[in-house]
C-alpha cells in the first residue's frame, strides 16, 4: 500500500487509514501465585469499571492467574499513551506482577 496516495474519504474509511486509522495496545499481567476466582474477578471488574469503562475504551482478553488482552476504544478512534499509562498504573496499585504494556499499533495493519 502506497503511504503517500491520493484516496477519497470512501477508500480511506475502507482501508481504515489516515482519519479512520484505528490505534490499540495489548496488556499482559500475572496474579500472585494462589490467587482464587474471587480475587481475579474483583481485579478484572474494577479494571474494566475504574480504567477502562470511564475512557470508553474496550478490553478482549482473559486468562487465569496471567492475562492477556487486547485494549481499543469502543468507537473508531485511537487510544493514547495516557491510556496506556492508566492501564498500567491501575494494574502496579493493585498487586500485579510481570505487566507488559505494548506501544500503540495499528488495531488493522499491525
Request: with cysteine; net charge negative.
Amino acid at each position: 500500500m502506497k503511504e503517500n496516495a491520493k484516496r477519497n474519504t470512501r477508500l480511506r474509511k475502507k482501508l481504515r487509514v489516515d482519519e479512520f486509522q484505528e490505534l490499540g495496545f495489548e496488556v499482559t499481567w500475572a496474579f500472585p501465585e494462589g490467587s482464587d476466582d474471587k480475587h481475579i474477578d474483583e481485579l478484572v471488574d474494577r479494571l474494566i469499571n475504574e480504567v477502562i469503562e470511564p475512557s470508553t475504551l474496550g478490553f478482549a482478553g482473559g486468562g487465569d492467574l496471567v492475562w492477556e488482552g487486547l485494549v481499543c476504544t469502543q468507537k473508531l478512534g485511537k487510544c493514547t499513551d495516557e491510556h496506556r499509562a492508566a492501564v498500567k498504573a491501575f494494574l502496579e496499585s493493585n498487586g500485579a506482577q510481570k505487566i507488559e504494556v505494548t506501544e500503540l499499533f495499528d488495531l488493522w495493519w499491525g
